[in-house]
């Protein structure tokens, strides 16, 4: 049974920073998805085996996603918070993946139970 542990969620004001973590199982291929109220989880980041990552335009220039091999560990760093941040932040994991990750849910086959991130104006 694989396990994607989530964490480091918390409520900030607009323009704070969190970080997130994931603890996992040596995946090749990881990324962090953000579901806001009432609409569909969307990809925001995610790395590849080789360390190559992408960005959803909405959080380019604010977001890191970075794994580190040795402890099985994903990051998400998020930097310069807005309200429309706000939501359920979820972690993936999966085998094979296009280069630079994938932010698209199908290509992922296991989820961590989601951390909450709250931003307030």
């Known amino acids: 049974q694989v396990q994607l542990v989530a964490s480091g969620g918390g409520s900030v004001q607009a323009g704070g920073s969190l970080r997130l973590s994931c603890a996992a199982a040596?995946?090749?291929?990881m990324g962090w998805f953000h579901q806001a109220p009432g609409k569909e989880r969307e990809g925001v980041a995610a790395?590849?085996?080789?360390?190559?990552?992408s960005y959803a335009d909405s959080v380019k220039g604010r977001f890191t996603i970075s794994k580190d091999n040795a402890k099985n560990i994903l990051y998400l760093q998020m930097n310069s918070l807005k309200p429309e941040d706000t939501g359920m932040y979820y972690c993936?994991?999966?085998?094979?993946?296009?280069?630079?990750?994938?932010?698209?849910?199908?290509?992922?086959?296991?989820w961590g139970q989601g951390t909450q991130v709250t931003v307030s104006s």
């Open positions: 790395i590849d085996s080789g360390g190559s990552t």
């Open positions: 040596g995946f090749t291929c």
């Open positions: 993936a994991a999966a085998r094979f993946c296009p280069s630079g990750g994938s932010r698209w849910s199908g290509d992922y086959n296991y």
